[in-house]
């Protein structure tokens, strides 16, 4: 504990293990949201996603240990699989000056916190929007993260989107319902698009109304404080068009499959933290 010092929010420099998807939607949220600027944030990369990363100022190296050396905030965004071995590889310039971060699904903090060898860490299941300001993300903190490690991490990631703090016996869960989610709704609006398209709707068109309307109605569900129960029996109209299309849904068992949905990619979730 002795070398745990507190990491100033505005000058923080934060750097990502993992040049990925998720390591881009956060910086991208980040640099954007202006709560560090693009010279605070920083990754490694040898191939095509250097180009990605360079073009929002993000500063890449070559190798890992050039941004572990240069960074406050260690945020590792690699795949579950391999996290085990990028930590053990960076351990011997891991040290409690830095606090450490993993968005991988699957990975308990208790086996991130042995490889790295020290658990000033912070567990994170952030999502995609990220990218556009609208994440949801929830954090856990390790055994020797303080108060002020966790306010600057909610704050880093609060700047992206909304964040709860919860037990990470709940990341399984968490993991299938909001971090896998977006891919639900996007094959949704993707099908949606598709069915304006059958009903004889130009393609361009069609997208256009299923996306906004998917972002209309989440919009209403997180502002009016109505349950989403009441807010579909303001749509549907009695012997209406809604309630016929809601019949087909129920016919096909919509809710039931989105119940499994959530909870099979749970089941990954924990199926990973058993590798
Ligand atoms: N995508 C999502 O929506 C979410 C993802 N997560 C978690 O985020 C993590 C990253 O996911 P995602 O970004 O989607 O995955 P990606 O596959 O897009 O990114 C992983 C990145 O890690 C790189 N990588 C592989 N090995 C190493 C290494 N030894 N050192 C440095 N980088 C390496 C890969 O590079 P290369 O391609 O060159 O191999 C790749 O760019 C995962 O653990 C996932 O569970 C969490 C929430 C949501
Ligand atoms: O599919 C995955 O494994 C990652 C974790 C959550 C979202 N994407």
Not at 46 to 75: A, C, H, P, W, Y
Not at 149 to 178: P, R, Y
Request: charged share 20%; net charge neutral.
């Amino acid at each position: 504990m002795a070398n745990i010092t507190p990491i100033s929010t505005e000058s923080c420099k934060i750097g990502f293990i993992g040049a990925g998807k998720m390591a881009e939607s956060i910086g991208r949220g980040v640099i954007n949201s202006g709560v560090l600027p693009a010279s605070n944030v920083r990754t490694a990369h040898l191939g095509l996603r250097r180009t990605v990363f360079e073009s929002f100022g993000t500063k890449v190296f070559d190798q890992n240990s050039q941004v572990v050396q240069d960074s406050d905030v260690v945020i590792f965004s690699v795949k579950s699989q391999v996290v085990k071995d990028v930590v053990l590889q960076l351990r011997p310039l891991l040290s409690e000056k830095q606090l450490l971060v993993s968005v991988v699904a699957g990975v308990k903090l208790k086996d991130l916190q042995e490889w790295a060898g020290h658990s000033r860490f912070i567990r994170v299941m952030p999502n995609t929007p990220a990218a556009v300001g609208v994440a949801a993300s929830v954090i856990t903190l390790g055994d020797a993260a303080t108060k002020e490690d966790g306010e600057l991490i909610s704050k880093i990631f609060g700047a992206i989107g909304k964040v709860w703090t919860a037990q990470e016996k709940l990341f399984d869960a968490i993991t299938g319902l909001s971090a896998s989610g977006p891919a639900y709704i996007f094959l949704a609006i993707e099908a949606l698009a598709d069915g304006g398209v059958a009903a004889g709707l130009p393609r361009e068109l069609s997208l256009g109304l299923a996306s906004q309307m998917v972002l209309g109605a989440a919009s209403m569900a997180v502002s009016t404080g109505k349950h989403p129960s009441q807010l579909k029996d303001d749509v549907a109209s009695p012997g209406g068009t809604t309630i016929a299309g809601i019949h087909e849904l129920e016919k096909a068992g919509f809710r039931g499959i989105l119940m499994n949905a959530v909870v099979a990619a749970a089941k990954r979730s924990q199926e990973l933290s058993m590798n």
